[in-house]
Structures are given as structure tokens and as C-alpha cells.
């Protein structure tokens, strides 16, 4: 599913915000990224769906050579993933189905089909009853539920995810986990960048600790190993 070989990050400004970082990640794995902040976790997240590029090293996604896209291709290379950030970036002024709708819109999907895979995420997520809300109507948990909802409309191969249960309180933090649970149980596998030790500890998936731009632990039941 990942592929990323002796992958190095400069900013320019000389220091390395990732140095020489090899993984793999199989298809339908559930994966944690932690690390002190400023370790290079976001800039790590940032080069699986091509928001930076690499210095030196190569990155394949689902078997596609990422760095070797052209500019037209990047949108459906992003297509294929599934990204949730911490501030949820929803659009305001749509509805919380519209909001969904919307991803499937840019395929060009039939509107029956739409319809009925809008309602059948919305559902996934708790929200179809909140379907004609606006986001700014929703608790942060709800909002961040919406997200997930885009996230996986289009069936991803891969949900990237970059510290969503940042902005939430423990008991939100553990449906969103719920959530992502259960479409990881559908096979599609999750890379999730996160400061939360309850949730990594409690989840026993496979963590990757970053440090200073290293992998410093990569282990199949890990814990998070920080003071949170
Ligand atoms: P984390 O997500 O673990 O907090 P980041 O990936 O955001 O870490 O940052 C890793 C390092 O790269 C830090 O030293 C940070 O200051 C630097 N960095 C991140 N983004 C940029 C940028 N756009 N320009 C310059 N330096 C950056």
C-alpha cells in the first residue's frame, strides 16, 4: 500500500525535518505516528499524498511511482485517499450532506448513487439524522464526524489522518477511534499522526515513532512511549 525508500525532507533550511525513512505498509493495516512535536510526523503525513515532496528518496502509493505524477494526475492520485485533518475543513456554507455529496460531485457520480452513498456514510458516522445542518449547528465530534464521512465516501484505499482527534474531548476522541475501527474492519488501511498516548496505548495497532526526522520504534503492537 506504502512503499518509502531512504525518504529524506530538508525545508532548506539545512536541518532535516525527516532523514533517511524506510517503510512499508500493507494494505489494511491500522498504523500510529507519534512523536514529540516537531519530530516530522505532519511532514511525514504531508508526503503520502504528494502536499510536500521529498528531498531525496522515493514514495509509492497502491503501486504508483507518487513523485513521478504529473500535475494533472496528483487530483486522482488524491482521489484514491481518504485525508482528515484537525480542524476538520468543512465547507460552511453547505450542509452536512452537501458537504459529503460533495466529493462524490467531483467524480461525476450519478445523483441516485450519490444520494444513496451519502446516506449510507452519513449513517456509518452517526449522522444521518443531521443531514440538512449546517457544520457551524454541530459539536467539534460531529463536525470531525463529517469529515470522516468525506473522507471515505469514495472508498479509499487508504485514510490519512493527521492528529483528528486533536481538538476533541477523551470520550469524542474515543467514537471518532470507534469509527475508524470499523472502516479499518472493512479492510481499508489507516495512518493516523496523533498525540493521543490513551488511544495508542489502549488500541494495541503498530506505531512509528519519529524523532528528530528518524524512525527511532517501529513496532506491530506498539504503545505511544511518550509522557502525554
Ligand atoms: P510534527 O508534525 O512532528 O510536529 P513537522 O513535520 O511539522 O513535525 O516539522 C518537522 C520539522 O520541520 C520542524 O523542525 C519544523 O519546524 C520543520 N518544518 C515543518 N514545516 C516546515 C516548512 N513549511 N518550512 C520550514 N520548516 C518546516
Redesign the pocket.
Known amino acids: 500500500m506504502l512503499l518509502m525508500t531512504d525518504v529524506s525532507k530538508s525545508?532548506?533550511?539545512g536541518?532535516f525535518?525527516l532523514q533517511d525513512v524506510n517503510i512499508h505498509i500493507a494494505p489494511g493495516e491500522f498504523v500510529f505516528v507519534v512523536?514529540?512535536?516537531?519530530?516530522?510526523?505532519?511532514?511525514?503525513?504531508k508526503m503520502l499524498f504528494r502536499e510536500e515532496i521529498p528531498t531525496t528518496g522515493s514514495i509509492f502509493v497502491n503501486g504508483v511511482d507518487i513523485l513521478k505524477l504529473g500535475e494533472k494526475e496528483i487530483p486522482y492520485m488524491r482521489r484514491q485517499l481518504g485525508i482528515i485533518f484537525q480542524d476538520y475543513r468543512l465547507l460552511p456554507d453547505r450542509t452536512v450532506y452537501e458537504n459529503v455529496a460533495f466529493a462524490m460531485q467531483v467524480i461525476e457520480a450519478p445523483y441516485r448513487k450519490i444520494k444513496r452513498t451519502v446516506m449510507n456514510v452519513l449513517d456509518l458516522v452517526g449522522l444521518r439524522r443531521r443531514a440538512n445542518s449546517y457544520p457551524n449547528e454541530l459539536s467539534g465530534g460531529e463536525q470531525q464526524r463529517i469529515a470522516i464521512a468525506r473522507a471515505i465516501v469514495n472508498n479509499p484505499l487508504m485514510v490519512i489522518a493527521d492528529e483528528p482527534t486533536g481538538n476533541l474531548d477523551p470520550e469524542t476522541s474515543w467514537d471518532i477511534m470507534q469509527i475508524f475501527e470499523e472502516i479499518n474492519s472493512t479492510g481499508t488501511t489507516i495512518v493516523m499522526?496523533t498525540h493521543d498516548k490513551g488511544i495508542v496505548d489502549a488500541m494495541d495497532k503498530r506505531v512509528i515513532a519519529?524523532e528528530k526526522?528518524c524512525i527511532v520504534r517501529d513496532e506491530k503492537h506498539g504503545v505511544y512511549g511518550y509522557e502525554s
Open positions: 525545508y532548506g533550511s536541518v525535518a512523536g514529540p512535536s516537531g519530530a516530522g510526523k505532519s511532514t511525514f503525513i499522526a519519529i526526522g
